[in-house]
C-alpha cells in the first residue's frame, strides 16, 4: 500500500490549505485514515483520524483545531486536510498514515497507534 500525499507550501498566517492523500490499491474504503504533523525539533503527533466511511472524526484534544477538518472520497482512494486560518505554530510536515480498521488501539479508540502505512510526508510552512 502506497500513500502519496500533496498540498503542503508555504503560506502567510491566515490563509488556508487542503492537504491530499490518495492511496493505492483497492483497500481504502475498509481503512481508517489519519494525518500526523511532525514540526522541527518535536517528535510526530496525531492530528486527526476519521472512519472508512467517513461518519466520525477525531481530532486530538489541546490543540486549537477547530480550524482542521478531515474528510475522505472512497471513490477516489482520498483523505483530505483542511487547514484554515493557519497559524506559525501550524509549520510542521504533515503525514498521512492509514490501517484496517481492526487494528483498533488502547481502549479500542481506532486513532489510537499502531498505524501500519505512512505517506512521504509535506511540508507546511506559515510566516506571520
Known amino acids: 500500500v502506497q500513500l502519496q500525499a500533496s498540498g503542503g507550501g508555504s503560506v502567510q498566517a491566515g490563509a488556508s490549505l487542503t492537504l491530499s492523500c490518495t492511496t493505492s490499491g483497492r483497500a481504502f474504503p475498509t481503512y481508517a485514515m489519519a494525518w500526523f504533523r511532525q514540526a522541527p525539533g518535536r517528535e510526530r503527533v496525531l492530528v486527526t483520524a476519521?472512519?472508512?466511511?467517513?461518519?466520525?472524526?477525531?481530532y486530538a484534544p489541546n490543540m486549537n483545531l477547530g480550524r482542521f477538518t478531515i474528510s475522505r472520497d472512497n471513490a477516489k482512494s482520498t483523505v483530505y486536510l483542511k487547514m484554515n486560518n493557519l497559524e506559525s505554530e501550524d509549520t510542521a510536515v504533515y503525514f498521512c498514515?492509514?490501517?484496517?480498521?481492526?487494528?483498533?488501539?488502547?481502549?479500542?479508540?481506532?486513532?489510537?497507534?499502531?498505524?501500519?502505512?505512512w505517506g512521504q510526508g509535506t511540508q507546511v510552512t506559515v510566516s506571520s
Open positions: 498514515a492509514a490501517k484496517s480498521f481492526e487494528h483498533k488501539g488502547e481502549n479500542g479508540a481506532y486513532w489510537a497507534p499502531p498505524w501500519d502505512y
Open positions: 476519521i472512519t472508512p466511511s467517513g461518519l466520525r472524526s477525531y
